[in-house]
């Protein structure tokens, strides 16, 4: 049979969305540039087109719809009747059968338009003739707009369906609500169904699955059902009863018997009585649980009559078909949830039964005789009456015999643990760790070590490989005490001829000499730091407090006051060629500087005598003025685009406003688009 996957049906969209996609689409796949100007026979096909397309995506959103969903007569009976009773299989049927009128429906008004647009006259006509079509194409999905609303409902609540195989190994548990259902299905599998202690906190299927002898078993826990006429049964009970009807497994019916749950055993034996046909053909087990408020022998005798009725039955069930109990111990079990007392032999019974059932039906089926056939077992028959022993060579004798002396002794061995059991136990016994140390005599092992002896620590002498290192470092201490040796000779003048005489006399001037000129740039006054302003935050070196001190001393302030105010000036004041020439007091110079320095030091050059960018400088690479013209116009106008655009360089790419692709590209001329 047709298996569906109800997680992976496609979103439905609403009739407004559907629309929507379906004309975008037809906008961005189809021509839409026509002129009057163009042949008849051009513009006839321009909008033919357009419908034909438009007819094309609503068929093909209608199509998935419909074979997507679930076709109940093509699905197992299981399904069927599992989104019959969630759905009720005539709306859901309804919905779809709309939806495929819509799909015909739509597929005529294309046709028939496209025939009345063959004989269009004008461009007028022939637009008003595509507007209708798409209209009423419109109209047809917005009609069907509640039944794509229903058909979005269940698509998201068959998507919450768990994934249930009708043909794997299956256990099923049922039975009256709070009898301990979920909580077995948690101590078995990994799933994890709420528990709560009232009824019907399961209001759905779930499954879980756990192995045995390494296969896997699929477990479905059911809702509780209540006994009552198959009418009044509401939804919740219904998926237990589609459940127990349907899927080929091993039924597990829980029994509470110490009336915790609500309900008496009169009245869950009732219920066994009312749905035991939806047993037959089944392994079926009856489980008394929470046997650890009540055990089954502590039981009234009228309530053990009932279940020992309820064992007989169950003994019934399987009657020629495989799966029987071995003893009428295997159908009647009890278990604890809560201690977990008997629930792995509840699992273990289940399984075996529902495997016993299965292997008995594919033993009869036709296609095992199929494969019976394509197998013969070749059995060796004797040649003759002599015996032949097995001849094993004497090598390999010795070797086990030397594996097996080996293995008994590691047995006869006693080990910490053997010592600490006949001394006492843990907490008792201390292991004694020095009857392994490797000494040249057994008697010094239980010596006392002294850890401090002379004021020192005796473990930082106990070294066995300490006069070899110390070899060593004698050794390395000769090494360095040479090559200190080798670096602290001079060359002298005692070994050298005449001319070697001569060259380090040169070199040794010559290198005086940079050292002087790089004294002398070191001590300029150019190059030594300014004093910060904030050196003096409280204004303690003043001019006021020099002048003081200075006149303390028996000295005239005023030259060097004036002095360091003018230094303290901007250079861009000191237009004239000697300073301080307008301040009577000023110091009197007794050498006049040179000319060149009051020139560096005074003047500053003019605009009119700075450098004409057009003039060529030793090294730019330019052959002449003209050529570097030209260059600087080129990178003036390729600098002008970068300038308009706000660029920092010709590296600059950012794009400071992303633009939307699909608002900003443009139409394409032929082909498609996939990305689109």
Request: proline share 5%.
């Amino acid at each position: 049979m047709v298996q569906y996957n109800l997680k992976k049906i496609t979103v439905v969209p609403n009739g407004k969305e559907m629309i929507d996609i379906v004309l975008s689409r037809t906008q961005r796949q189809t021509p839409t540039v026509v002129h009057k100007g163009y042949a008849i026979s051009r513009l006839r096909q321009f909008y033919m087109r357009k419908v034909k397309y438009t007819q094309q995506n609503f068929h093909e959103k209608l199509s998935a719809i419909i074979d997507e969903f679930p076709r109940l007569d093509d699905i197992h009976p299981f399904y069927g009747d599992l989104l019959h009773v969630l759905y009720n299989k005539d709306h859901y049927k309804l919905a779809l059968g709309q939806v495929n009128t819509a799909r015909n429906l739509i597929g005529k008004i294309s046709k028939d338009y496209v025939k009345l647009l063959k004989y269009g006259d004008s461009l007028y006509r022939c637009k008003c003739l595509k507007v209708a079509a798409l209209g009423r194409m419109c109209t047809v999905i917005k009609r069907i707009g509640p039944s794509l609303a229903y058909l979005e409902q269940i698509r998201q609540h068959m998507a919450r369906l768990p994934s249930i195989d009708p043909n794997t190994r299956t256990i099923i548990i049922c039975g009256y609500p709070n009898v301990g259902k979920s909580s077995f299905m948690n101590k078995i599998t990994r799933a994890d169904v709420d528990v709560q202690p009232y009824a019907f906190t399961t209001k759905s299927l779930f499954v879980g699955h756990t192995d045995y002898k390494y296969l896997r078993y699929q477990v479905i826990d059911t809702p509780g059902i209540l006994d009552r006429p198959f009418e009044d049964r509401n939804i919740i009970e219904m998926c237990s009863i589609t459940a127990l009807a349907h899927l080929r497994a091993a039924v597990l019916f829980f029994l509470d018997i110490s009336g915790s749950c609500g309900y008496s055993v009169a009245q869950q034996a009732a219920l066994f009585h009312s749905i035991k046909s939806l047993f037959m053909n089944k392994p079926l087990i009856i489980i008394c649980n929470k046997t650890d408020l009540q055990s089954l022998d502590g039981i009234s005798e009228e309530d053990k009559k009932l279940v020992m009725e309820m064992k007989a039955e169950a003994l019934k069930t399987v009657t020629g078909q495989g799966g029987e109990p071995t003893n009428d111990e295997a159908v009647l079990l009890s278990m604890s949830t809560l201690t977990e007392e008997g629930v792995i032999a509840v699992k273990n019974a289940a399984c075996e039964r529902l495997l016993d059932q299965r292997v008995e039906l594919k033993m009869k089926s036709k296609k095992m005789n199929d494969c019976l056939n394509r197998f013969h077992v070749a059995v060796p028959k004797p040649r003759d009456q002599r015996e032949r022993p097995p001849c094993i060579p004497q090598a390999v004798l010795e070797a086990k015999a030397k594996q097996a002396a080996v293995k008994a002794e590691k047995e006869s061995r006693k080990t910490e643990k053997d010592f600490e059991d006949e001394n006492g136990g843990a907490g008792v016994y201390s292991a004694n760790l020095r009857k392994h140390y490797i000494l040249a005599n057994d008697d010094w092992k239980e010596d006392i070590m002294p850890e401090i002896l002379d004021g020192h620590n005796v473990y930082d002498f106990v070294d066995p490989d300490i006069l070899l290192r110390l070899e060593e470092l004698e050794r390395e201490e000769g090494f360095r005490l040479a090559e200190d040796a080798m670096d602290d000779f001079e060359m002298d003048g005692m070994e050298l001829t005449p001319e070697e005489k001569e060259a380090l006399a040169e070199i040794r001037k010559k290198k005086s000499l940079l050292i002087q000129e790089h004294r002398l740039k070191k001590s300029t006054a150019e190059s030594r730091p300014v004093v910060p302003r904030k050196f003096d935050k409280d204004r303690r070196f003043t001019t006021e407090r020099m002048g003081r001190e200075l006149s303390s001393l028996g000295l005239d302030p005023s030259a060097a006051i004036n002095r360091a105010r003018s230094r303290s000036r901007g250079r861009k004041r000191q237009r004239s060629p000697v300073r301080g020439r307008g301040d009577g007091d000023a110091m009197d110079m007794d050498v006049e500087p040179s000319n060149k320095k009051l020139h560096l030091r005074s003047s500053s050059r003019s605009r009119s005598r700075s450098r004409p960018p057009s003039e060529v400088v030793p090294g730019e690479g330019f052959k002449d003025s003209a050529q570097k013209v030209k260059a600087i116009k080129l990178s003036k106008k390729s600098a002008k685009k970068r300038n308009k655009d706000a660029r920092r360089g010709e590296a600059d790419r950012v794009i400071p406003n992303l633009k939307p692709k699909h608002l900003f590209s443009g139409k394409r001329s032929i082909g498609k688009t996939q990305r689109r």
